[in-house]
Nanobody
Framework: QVQLVESGGGLVQPGGSLTLSCQASGFTVEYYSIAWFRQAPGKEREGVSCFSNSDLSTYYPGSVRGRFTISRANATNTMYLRMNSLRPEDTAVYYC???????????????????????WGQGTQVTVSS
């Protein structure tokens, strides 16, 4: 059974850091392009970190560039999102996603809709507040 399960969300103070994990099962994440999306209350879902397996590019929109880092650990079939210098506007539900069998840059991936991906998780809440 294919699954992506996020963890690591929670409440953090502004300026703090958090690392989200996404455990994959039923497929090998090493062979997929990967991404993290988020959806804040009243806002559209957006791609915030994308890595393309086809051209090895990474993309971050300006709102998170320099603060967020996407990575994966092939040995444990896990994806990660490291978030530093968190701001109240980073408050959202965060989703991991995987996409295979396409040739797309990371920037192209980040403007796709989450449900265009092959697999995605149920989301984890991140709240940045003092």
């Amino acid at each position: 059974q294919v699954q992506l399960v996020e963890s690591g969300g929670g409440l953090v103070q502004p300026g703090g850091s958090l690392t989200l994990s996404c455990q994959a099962s039923g497929f090998t994440v090493e062979y997929y392009s990967i991404a993290w999306f988020r959806q804040a209350p009243g806002k559209e879902r957006e791609g915030v970190s994308c890595f393309s397996n086809s051209d090895l590019s990474t993309y971050y929109p300006g709102s998170v560039r320099g603060r967020f880092t996407i990575s994966r650990a092939n040995a444990t079939n896990t994806m990660y999102l490291r978030m530093n210098s968190l701001r109240p506007e980073d408050t959202a539900v965060y989703y991991c996603a995987a996409l295979g069998g396409v040739i797309l840059s990371a920037q192209e991936m980040c403007v796709m809709e989450l449900d265009e991906y092959d697999y995605w998780g149920q989301g984890t809440q991140v709240t940045v507040s003092s």
